[in-house]
C-alpha cells in the first residue's frame, strides 16, 4: 500500500511538472511567414502585409492563398511553407498537393516535388495528365531521361507532353520519330514558333538542309505558343500580381482621367499615403496634371521619371510631346532620337510619326524622309510578326525606294519574297543588300548556299 502511494505520489509530481513546463514554456503557435519586401514598393508590400494579417490559420484555403501571393512575388521559401501547412490542414486534398508539388519545383526540390506529384496521383487529382506532364519535367531536370520519358509518355495526349517527347527523340538520334509528333503539333498549333524550331533540328540530323533552313524561317516568323499545364499556373499568379501591384490600381484609375475625373484621381493618389518616389504613380500624376490643364507640372513629373528611374522609349515619346506642344522642337527631337535607340518596340511608330512632323515644321526634308523610310521598315517587320506577306513586301520595298543604304531591309524583302514563292525577287534583293553591305553574313550565307 505503502509502495502504491509513493507510485501515485510520482505520478501525480510528473504530471505537475509538465504542466508547469507548458505554462512557463508554451508552444510556439504557428505564424504566416513574412518575406524580407525591400526593394518592393510600399503599395504592393502594404497589400502583401494585409493578406498576411488576415489569414485564417485554420483555413487551408488563406493558407494556400498566401503561397500563391507569395510566389507570384518570388517569395519561394515563404509560398512553399504557406503550401506547406495548407496541405498538413487538408491531408487528402489532391489540388493543394499539387499546388505544393509546384511550390517545391519552383524552388529546385526536384525529388521532393516529384514525391507529392505522386502523392497527388495517388489522391485521385482531377487532372492526372497534367501532374503527369510536370513530374516529368521534373524528371529530366534531374537528368533522370527514362523515367521523365515514362511520365510523359502518360501524360502524352497532351501536345505540350509530344513536344517534350519529340525533343527528346531528337537528343537521342530518333528523327524520324520526332516529325512524327511534330507533324500532329504542327497541324494543330501552325502559328506556334518551337515545333517549327525543333522540326527544323530533325530535319538537319536526316540531313535536309534546305527543308531545315525554311522550318527555321518558319519559326522566326510565329509567335504563338501551344497550350501547357504551366499554364494554369502562370494565369493564377499573374492574377495575384495584378491583385497586388501598384500596376493595378494605375490601370483603373487612367480611364477616370480620360473621363474629365483628374481632380478625383489626384485625390486618390494622395489618399494612399505612400512615401518615396514611385515611377507608375508619377506617370499617372503627370496624366492628372495635364488634364487639369497643368503643362510644366506633366514636364516635371515626366522630367523626374526619367531621371530617377530611366528613359524607355515611351517615356520618351510622352516627353517630346509634351515639348512639342510647348515649342520646343529641337529639345524632343533630341529626346525621340534617345527613345528610339533604347530599341523599344513599344510606341515606336508613334516616335518616327511625330519626327517627322517635327522635321517637316523644322524645314528639314532630307532628314523627314530618312525617317519616313525608318517609319515604312518598321510597318513591314511587323507585318512580317503577323505573318501578312504581302503588306510586308509593300512596306519593305516602300522603305528601299526612299533609302536604298538599309542593307537589313534589303534582307528582309528577301526573306519575304522568298516565302512568297518569287525567288527571282528574292536573288535581287539580296544583291541589293551585299551591295548595300558587302559584308552581310547572313545574306552571303543565303548566296553561298544557292548558289550550288
Same mark, same amino acid.
Given at each position: ?5 509513493? %507510485?501515485?505520489?510520482?505520478?501525480? %509530481?510528473?504530471?505537475? =511538472? ?36 488576415? @489569414? ?12 500563391? $501571393? ?5 517569395? #519561394? ?25 509546384? @511550390? ?21 487529382? &482531377? ?23 515514362? $511520365? ?60 531545315? +533552313?525554311?522550318? *527555321?524561317?518558319?519559326?522566326? %516568323? ?5 497550350? &501547357? ?7 493564377? #499568379?499573374?492574377? !495575384?500580381?495584378?491583385?497586388?501591384? %501598384? ?56 522630367? +523626374? ?15 517630346? *510631346?509634351? #515639348? ?49 523610310? *525608318? ?19 509593300? !512596306?519593305?520595298?516602300?522603305?528601299? $525606294?526612299?533609302?536604298?543604304?538599309? $542593307? ?11 516565302? =512568297? ?12 543588300? =551585299? ?18
Amino acid at each position: 500500500m505503502k509502495l502504491l502511494r509513493i %507510485l501515485l505520489t510520482g505520478v501525480l %509530481l510528473a504530471e505537475l =511538472l509538465a504542466i508547469g513546463v507548458l505554462v512557463l514554456y508554451p508552444s510556439k503557435p504557428i505564424v504566416p511567414p513574412l518575406p524580407s519586401m525591400d526593394g518592393y514598393n510600399t503599395y504592393t508590400v502594404s497589400k502583401l502585409r494585409a493578406l498576411r494579417s488576415n @489569414c485564417d490559420l485554420l483555413s487551408q484555403e488563406d493558407w494556400m492563398d498566401l503561397s500563391d $501571393a507569395y510566389i507570384a512575388h518570388g517569395f #519561394y521559401p515563404e509560398a512553399e511553407a504557406a503550401a506547406r501547412v495548407a496541405c498538413e490542414l487538408a491531408p487528402e486534398d489532391s489540388q493543394l498537393c499539387f499546388r505544393w508539388a509546384f @511550390c517545391l519545383s519552383a524552388m529546385g526540390l526536384m525529388e521532393e516535388a516529384i514525391s507529392r506529384y505522386q502523392q497527388a496521383i495517388e489522391l485521385g487529382h &482531377t487532372s492526372p495528365q497534367d501532374v503527369w506532364y510536370l513530374m516529368g519535367r521534373d524528371y529530366l531536370r534531374l537528368e533522370q531521361v527514362e523515367h521523365g520519358r515514362r $511520365a510523359l509518355e502518360k501524360a502524352e495526349p497532351l501536345v505540350a507532353a509530344s513536344f517534350e517527347l519529340a525533343k527528346l527523340d531528337v537528343r537521342s538520334g530518333h528523327a524520324a520519330t520526332s516529325i512524327k509528333r511534330l507533324e500532329r503539333i504542327q497541324a494543330d498549333y501552325a502559328n506556334a514558333s518551337t515545333p517549327f524550331w525543333l522540326r527544323a533540328d530533325a530535319e538537319s540530323q536526316l540531313g535536309d538542309k534546305a527543308a531545315a +533552313r525554311d522550318y *527555321r524561317l518558319i519559326s522566326q %516568323l510565329n509567335r504563338g505558343k501551344f497550350p &501547357t499545364p504551366l499554364d494554369a499556373f502562370r494565369d493564377r #499568379y499573374l492574377a !495575384k500580381l495584378n491583385k497586388f501591384a %501598384l500596376a493595378k490600381f494605375v490601370e483603373e484609375q487612367r480611364p477616370k482621367v480620360e473621363h474629365g475625373q483628374a481632380r478625383n484621381v489626384k485625390q486618390a493618389i494622395e489618399g494612399l499615403g505612400l512615401e518615396g518616389f514611385e515611377p507608375q504613380l508619377a506617370d499617372l500624376l503627370a496624366n492628372v496634371e495635364f488634364a487639369m490643364g497643368n503643362s510644366r507640372l506633366q514636364q516635371q513629373q515626366l522630367e +523626374r521619371i526619367i531621371a530617377l528611374d530611366g528613359a524607355s522609349t515611351y517615356r520618351c515619346l510622352r516627353l517630346a *510631346r509634351a #515639348y512639342a506642344v510647348d515649342g520646343k522642337a529641337e529639345e524632343a527631337i533630341e529626346l525621340l532620337k534617345t527613345g528610339l535607340r533604347l530599341d523599344g518596340r513599344d510606341s515606336v511608330q508613334e516616335s518616327r510619326e511625330l519626327l517627322i512632323e517635327l522635321y517637316e515644321q523644322l524645314g528639314d526634308l532630307p532628314r523627314a524622309r530618312f525617317h519616313v523610310s *525608318r517609319l515604312f521598315a518598321w510597318e513591314g517587320n511587323e507585318a512580317m510578326q503577323t505573318a501578312d506577306m504581302s503588306t510586308a513586301r509593300e !512596306k519593305l520595298a516602300s522603305s528601299v $525606294a526612299i533609302d536604298p543604304s538599309q $542593307a537589313e531591309t534589303w534582307y528582309l524583302l528577301s526573306l519575304v519574297e522568298g516565302l =512568297l514563292g518569287n525567288r527571282d525577287g528574292q536573288r535581287q534583293a539580296i544583291a541589293s543588300c =551585299l551591295q548595300a553591305n558587302p559584308n552581310h553574313g547572313r545574306a552571303l550565307s543565303w548566296l553561298g548556299e544557292n548558289s550550288k
